[in-house]
């Protein structure tokens, strides 16, 4: 029996990750977050998948570095010919270099590589002095989460669904679970918060009028980090 690399591995799953209605409005909204949250002048995002939040970070900074392992992925940040963009087809396990970056962005990352704490441990060696980590991570206590336990969908809020297991997820956070996370690879928890009411099913969320997804999406700043669609820390050592 062959046994797929982890290249491979995540070769495979760009493959079948294209985010399309919701998944892209979630995508934008993310995207603000992080960029609320930069600071300095050179950054490294960690993982691109189809660059929607790389656009973004190319217009705040004067030099981007982007790690994406996919190829696919890979390829298609470069065709969009950003300016002061370098792609680096590359693990973070793997990547090396001597450059010090003003913010590290890893968002949706940690759910899916093999050592999470490894792997932040490894972006606090890149960090500039005074740098910050932004991690963004789907939330496990989501109320979508919540209400598949209570129709008996899910037998807890943190086991796989189908969606993450179609996408390649290893594990499932919750807030004081990826805070562990964090701290067990030296770094300090200096801004932690929840973004997106998501209620629903991505599918279902698919069906609302765009009116009632920007409403849930503003919804999202009143609910408790334990509740939101996603979990946004920003973290230094």
């Known amino acids: ?12 799953v760009a493959q079948g990750y294209r985010p399309e209605g919701f998944e892209k409005v979630l995508v934008r909204d993310s995207g603000n977050r992080v ?10 995002e960690v993982g691109s998948a189809l660059g929607g939040t790389t656009e973004m970070l190319a217009n705040r900074f004067d030099r981007l570095v982007v790690m994406e392992p996919a190829e696919a992925y890979a390829d298609a940040v470069r065709e969009l010919n950003l300016p002061s963009v370098e792609v680096a087809a590359s693990l973070v396990e793997d990547f090396e270099t001597d450059e010090k970056f003003d913010t590290i962005v890893m968002a949706h ?8 704490v490894d792997a932040l441990r490894r972006c606090k060696d890149m960090l500039a002095p005074d740098g910050i980590i932004v991690v963004v991570v789907p939330n496990g206590g989501s109320l ?10 899910l037998e807890k809020m943190t086991d796989f669904s189908p969606a993450d297991v179609s996408i390649g997820h290893r594990r499932v956070y919750e807030t004081h ?16 918060a929840g973004h997106f009411c998501k209620p629903l099913s991505s599918s279902q ?4 009028p765009a ?9 999202g700043d009143e609910l408790p980090p334990e509740y939101a669609s996603e979990i946004l820390i920003v973290c230094r050592p």
């Open 1 to 12: 029996m062959t046994t797929e690399t982890e290249i491979e591995r995540l070769d495979r």
């Open 35 to 44: 960029l609320a949250r930069c600071q300095g002048t050179t950054c490294l």
């Open 109 to 116: 990352v940690l759910e899916h590589v093999e050592d999470p």
């Open 144 to 153: 979508h989460r919540r209400l598949g336990v209570t129709l008996g969908m």
């Open 177 to 192: 679970t990826l805070r562990t996370d964090i701290e067990s690879a030296g770094l300090t928890v200096t801004d932690l």
């Open 205 to 208: 969320i698919d069906a609302l």
């Open 211 to 219: 009116e009632v997804q920007k409403g849930l999406a503003a919804l």
